[in-house]
């Protein structure tokens, strides 16, 4: 599946959000970039609606394609729409990764995938789009336990809070999914609602 590989500053900027977590330049910066950057812009409920679904595309690493079919699939699902979306996303392997602290950002979380260092149940998953389930125990390839990426993973675990629906277990970096996340358990900086009514259209 092809992905955004540019620049993700730029976009944190342009979406005044930090996409990336930690990035010291768009603290330095935080105003949109180019030469236009600092002018005021109109906006508008359609600017702000493209926004909302840029944020949450650009945080999760998907491309719109893929972007449309989760939020249809969202949307057959029973509950709300905004809530289904973001726990879809959140369910992705890749994003679990992240979340589990065994990668510093998502694009690490899916190369780590990409690279086959992982299995989800005892089996090799080489897809970050994998959708993780309830009770799904994710465990690093015992040949890769002692490589650079998770001897450091081991080294920062507890740097940063894992959420309440997963468990790391430090020995062996195994991450036991409790439950898929309830929407306050998704401090994604995104306003699903604006998503919602975009889509709606």
Known sequence: ????????????????????????????????????GRIRIKETEYLLQMQEKQKARFAYGVLEKQFRRYYEEANRRQGKTGDNLLQILEARLDNVVYRAGLARTRRMARQLVNHGHFLVNGQKVDIPSYRVSQYDVIDVKPKSI??????????????????????????????????????????????????????SK
Request: no cysteine; hydrophobic share 35%; glycine share 6%.
């Open 1 to 36: 599946m092809a992905r955004y590989t540019g620049p993700m500053t730029r976009k944190s900027r342009r979406l005044k959000v930090d996409l990336v977590g930690g990035d010291q330049a768009f603290e330095r910066r935080p105003y949109p970039p180019g030469q236009h």
């Open 146 to 199: 002692n490589t650079d990426p998770f001897i450091i993973a081991k080294e920062l675990l507890g740097d940063r809070p894992v959420p309440a629906w997963l468990q790391v277990v430090p020995s062996n970096l195994r991450i036991l999914v409790h439950q898929l996340p309830e929407r306050a358990q998704i401090d994604t900086q995104v306003t699903e609602q604006l998503i919602v009514e975009l889509y």
